[in-house]
């Protein structure tokens, strides 16, 4: 098929990659940014699971989350904003082979991408969706996102915002052929592991929303729920995210939760602050089956499709 | 069935333009298309066109709802739709409102008309019809009155089912089709649907052809331009430009068309829904233009070039995308099928109005391939190259086309298929780390792209500013060197390219440029030109970013340079408007800039094609100011 050497998956064995070949330049993001947690576990992920660096694409839109490819030691696309999911989209439909992972946030995915965000998870094309909602635009400079919390004040509503947030998972669960919908927050490095591991283990979108602190321009946002974990509701069951029971502990209030159980994903959805994993439906079909269907056909196969469709218009 | 008369000896013609024109959905399309390529076959140049109502379902009778087809069939090889049609079918009156205010007829044109409205049992269908064709008379077209459906009716039950293809036979025998050729094309239109269709269409033909014979009292002879035998000896096809383009992009060897429905632009997607398989592609219809070009460079980026395809308001969605395309060198093929604008502007018609917006319609300076084929077989060959332009230059490649090209339907010879065409399999080898992302050549700005995949060749693409080896910076010298580079490209592509040849003597009075969609129409007008002695040539650029070279050397051997284009301009005439702040249309702005030569033009945004008599009118009043001064 390509133009490999005879002995390249042998080699493959042997290359071992550290978490050095997932490392691009330093990150950039604030001190005590979320942002940092998560780009760590996604390259533990990497390590751990030894995905080829060459075979991963870390693909953005525009906002500070969006520059976690630069901060990747695999290939990266830095888009423009909002549209980081037609990319990722593209690059799956006939490229199945890579691994794809998309950082975006909650301006980025909710507001100015909402249209892709409701088509992506409707194409169910495999890849990880990291949403980094930190309630807020942070690269602009504290404007109010569609997730800001009803009152919060912020540069372009010095008084506080007028409208009650969007909520991502209710939306997300209502959208045709979504297939992984999971909450975590950047403050438990265990839980974020374990919820980003089964989102590469899922095939289809892996819908992943991160709580994610802003210490400079929401730093208040998440303060209730972690000054009090118990505002917290624990998703837990065996199809669900596996943590330890010591970090497990840290969670006050929890619940069982069968991850395929949609009406019951959706009222969670409505009425808590979940962590874990809402919805799982692993046998969703994915786009990139039907829209890869012929990447590997020849030159001169090519040629004879194309006569043949030619002949159609022979005088 | 009727006694035959003797045939009487007909007039032999240089061409005729046919005009079938009725409600949508009574077949006048398909009647059209089917005296087309039967007249193709029998060795005659063939232009045809759709004509299209601006709604999908007018109401029945509508002026505004003319649908069918213009064919203009000659004894030569047929380059555009002519100018006012010689002979019309209507199926009824009214239709013929909207062609007239088209300017599409003249004195003496012949109108062949469905009578049955005559007898209506509306009383106000009967006056309609019968002032019609009074009115009509009285401007001097040539009403010959015909009963279609009685006769249709002779045959079928159903004459809305079938009256086209008696129309077929009544043409046939006017122009002297051969009637076996004519079943043959009967049997391939309708061969698929079996033997109970294809039956009565050819009995519904032979009807027409025996009514023709009997009543109708034209005979034409229109010269075969190809002899028998070099007709046997070469392979044609005929097609739209937009069959042509699809046929194109699975030659190149491009394996995703990535797209968003737009009129003139879809039926290209339609046609490569249903055949693209047989290459190995896929047509993805995204949520909307903007997502359609980020999933096709969400391909290009992973190493299979891929295609969107758009008109006038999905380019201005796709602007940033295309901003991205240049900066962050990802090759792509960007094919707008011009329609009339700004906004939604005129749907289905053409217009050569997107050639700025291209070229400048970013923010910054983002310099880019814009290529425009002239002919329907251009469409074919331009998306191949465009292809091979994009992954060499590294960036977007913009083809541009129109409603014109999408619309008409022309013969052309096989393409002869070159493996060479086809995009080969994406390189998967390991890429040599030493090598930069960005590794420009200082000469050319061109560089080479490692995939993903490729081991040791990891890199971030990105749209902000970057270095060589694609790492944001926002210092001064970086960003000079990074607009240098991706400019420099187009001056390496120019140095590879021929100086346009000239239709016509190198030097002389006046020199027509013009591009896209018009060559035809313009070379027809300046034809005429010189045969009647005038210095006249011209010259067709299908390079326009960057401009194809000696352009300047060529123009100073010339009195004076205009270009005929189909977008807007400012007149000298109009109030206010004077040399120094006249808006020239669209390459006449660019050449003015590139070349300081003080270019004229005549435009017009009619949204029709550009008729040749009109520019013959055009250039004869210019000439004739210029060798008044002589
Ligand atoms: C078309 C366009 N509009 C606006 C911007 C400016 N812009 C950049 S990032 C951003 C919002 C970022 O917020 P979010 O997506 O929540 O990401 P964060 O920075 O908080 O991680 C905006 C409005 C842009 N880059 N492009």
């Not at chain 1, 060459?54 to 549209?83: D, N, W």
Request: aromatic share 8%; charged share 20%.
């Amino acid at each position: 098929m390509f133009a490999l050497k005879a002995d390249w998956s042998q080699e493959i064995k042997k290359r071992y990659f550290t978490l050095d070949d997932y490392t691009g330049g330093e990150a950039r993001w604030c001190p005590g940014c979320g942002d940092h947690a998560v780009l760590t576990v996604v390259q533990r992920i990497c390590r751990d699971k030894q995905i080829l660096p060459e075979k991963t694409v870390a693909v953005s839109g525009i906002g500070c989350s969006s520059r976690l490819p630069h901060y990747m030691g695999t290939y990266g696309f830095h888009g423009t904003h909002g549209r980081a999911l037609t990319i990722a989209c593209g690059i799956r439909s006939r490229r199945p082979d890579l691994d794809v992972w998309v950082a975006t946030g909650d301006g980025d995915c909710f507001s100015i991408g909402a249209g892709h965000w409701i088509h992506a998870i409707r194409y169910n094309m495999n890849m990880v969706v990291l949403i980094f909602d930190n309630n807020v635009y942070g690269l602009t400079k504290k404007q109010m996102s569609p997730t800001s919390p009803l009152g919060f004040k912020n540069n372009t509503a010095p008084r506080g915002t007028i409208l009650q947030p969007l909520n991502p998972l209710t939306v997300t669960l209502g959208i045709t052929n979504v297939s992984f919908v999971a909450q975590t927050i950047d403050w438990n490095p265990a839980h974020l592991y374990a919820t980003l591991q089964a989102a590469h283990n899922h095939r289809g979108t892996s819908f992943v929303r991160i709580l994610q602190r802003c210490p400079v321009y929401s730093d208040e946002v998440f303060s209730d729920i972690q000054n009090d974990p118990s505002k917290i509701l624990f998703l837990n069951h065996k199809n669900g995210i596996h943590i330890g029971d010591n970090v497990k502990r840290l969670f006050p209030t929890q619940r069982e939760h069968d991850p395929s159980n949609m009406s019951e994903a959706y009222d969670i959805a409505r009425n808590h602050v979940p962590v874990g994993l809402l919805y799982h439906a692993p046998q969703t079909p994915c786009y990139e089956d039907f829209s890869s269907v012929g990447r590997h056909m020849g030159i001169e196969d090519k040629m004879k499709g194309l006569n043949d469709a030619l002949d159609q218009f022979a005088v | 069935m009727t006694q035959q008369r003797e045939p009487k000896t007909p007039v032999t013609l240089d061409e005729h333009i046919v005009e079938i024109v009725s409600d949508s959905g009574e077949g006048a399309q398909k009647a059209g298309q089917t005296f087309g390529n039967l007249s193709a076959k029998m060795g005659n140049g063939v232009w045809t066109v759709e004509i299209i109502p601006a709604e999908i379902q007018p109401p029945a009778r509508s002026p505004g709802g003319a649908s069918g087809n213009r064919i203009r069939v000659g004894s030569t090889y047929m380059t555009n739709a002519g100018n006012e049609a010689d002979l019309v079918v209507a199926f009824n009156e009214q239709v013929l409102y909207s062609r007239i205010a088209s300017y599409a007829y003249k004195q003496g044109t012949v109108i062949l008309l469905e009578n049955k409205w005559k007898t209506d049992q509306s009383f106000e269908i009967c006056q309609q019809y019968q002032s019609a064709v009074a009115e009509f008379r009285e401007h001097g077209l040539v009403v010959i009155e015909v009963p279609m459906e009685v006769e249709c009716l002779k045959i079928v039950s159903n004459a809305r089912k079938g009256k086209n293809m008696f129309v077929v036979g009544m043409l046939c025998h006017i122009y002297r089709r051969d009637l076996q050729k004519a079943f043959d094309e009967v049997q391939l239109t309708f061969g698929h649907k079996g033997e109970k269709v294809v039956k009565p269409n050819q009995d519904l033909l032979k009807a027409g052809y025996a009514f023709a014979a009997e009543h109708i009292d034209l005979h034409y002879e229109i010269p075969s331009w190809k002899t028998p035998k070099e007709r046997d000896a070469e392979q044609w096809v005929v097609m739209n430009g937009n069959q042509s383009l699809g046929l194109g992009i699975m030659a190149s060897g491009m394996e995703l068309v990535s797209m968003y429905p737009i009129t003139p632009a879809t039926s290209a997607s339609h046609y490569l829904a249903d055949v693209f398989v047989k290459t190995g592609g896929f047509v993805h219809q995204a949520e909307d233009e903007i997502a359609a070009i980020g999933f096709a460079l969400g391909a290009s980026y992973a190493g299979r070039t891929a295609c969107t395809i758009t008109s006038g308001p999905g380019i201005a969605l796709k602007t940033e995308f295309i901003g991205l395309s240049v900066m962050g060198e990802i090759p792509l093929v960007l094919v707008d099928v011009q329609r009339g604008g700004p906004s939604t502007g005129l749907p289905t018609k053409v217009e050569q109005g997107d050639l700025l917006a291209l070229m400048y319609g970013e923010p910054g300076d983002a310099p880019k391939i814009i290529i425009a084929p002239a002919t329907i077989e251009e469409c074919f060959h331009f998306v191949i190259m465009a292809r091979k332009l994009a992954e060499t230059f590294r960036g977007p490649v913009v083809m541009l086309t129109d409603a014109n090209l999408a619309t008409g339907v022309q013969p052309f010879r096989r393409p002869k298929l070159q493996p060479e065409w086809f995009a080969p399999p994406i390189d998967q080898s390991a890429w040599d780390s030493k090598i930069p992302p960005y590794d420009w050549d200082e000469q050319t700005g061109l560089s080479s792209r490692p995939l993903p995949g490729q081991p040791d060749g990891e890199y971030v693409l990105t749209g902000l500013a970057h270095t060589f080896e694609s790492k944001v910076v926002y210092d001064r010298d970086s960003n000079q060197k990074g607009c240098e580079m991706r400019s420099k490209k187009l001056a390496t592509l120019r140095n590879t390219l021929q100086a346009p040849t000239l239709n016509g003597a190198d030097s002389g009075d006046l020199l027509v440029v013009g591009w896209g969609s018009t060559l035809g129409a313009i070379e027809e007008a300046v034809g005429k030109m010189q045969k009647q002695g005038h210095q006249v040539s011209s010259l067709h650029l299908r390079f326009l970013s960057p401009m194809e070279p000696d352009l300047k050397a060529i123009f100073a051997r010339f009195k004076k340079v205009m270009t005929v284009e189909i977008n807007y301009s400012d007149r000298l005439d109009m109030p206010f408007i004077e040399n120094d702040n006249r808006r020239y249309a669209q390459l006449a702005t660019l050449l003015r800039g590139q070349t300081l030569v003080d270019i004229d033009c005549w435009s017009n945004v009619y949204g029709q094609p550009m008729q040749p008599g009109m520019i013959y009118e055009q250039l004869l009043a210019k000439i004739e100011k210029i060798e008044e001064v002589v």
